[in-house]
């Protein structure tokens, strides 16, 4: 079993910057995709950014050029480095992680607020 343990939320004004870290515990196999998603009221959960375990990064419109994600040193964590942050960015931010041996896992945080004013 894994688990995925998110921390970096918070309020900010527009404009600012936060950073979001994931810390992912348990039996990791090798080839996997780390990624964000976020959900705001009353809408579905969106994919941020993921990051392959070989570095590959993916991006929705319209994160691009703001946020940035990374893996860290020990390829368990990954991060989200959110600028220019704008209200519509508001939302609850999930730590996602797809491994796969033989069948596909799909392993999702707890969730971290984001809260973005005007």
């Known amino acids: 079993q894994v688990q995925l343990v998110e921390s970096g939320g918070g309020l900010v004004q527009a404009g600012g910057s936060l950073r979001l870290s994931c810390a992912a515990s348990g039996i990791i196999y090798s080839i996997n995709v780390m990624g964000w998603y976020r959900q705001a009221p009353g809408k579905e959960r969106d994919l941020v950014a993921t990051?392959?375990?070989?570095?590959?990064?993916n991006y929705a419109d319209s994160v691009k050029g703001r946020f940035t994600i990374s893996r860290g040193n020990a390829k368990n964590t990954v991060y989200l480095q959110m600028n220019s942050l704008k209200p519509e960015d508001t939302a609850v931010y999930y730590c996602?992680?797809?491994?796969?041996?033989?069948?596909?896992?799909?392993?999702w945080g707890q969730g971290t607020q984001v809260t973005v004013s005007s």
């Open positions: 996602n992680l797809k491994t796969e041996y033989r069948v596909l896992y799909d392993y």
């Open positions: 990051i392959t375990s070989g570095g590959s990064t």
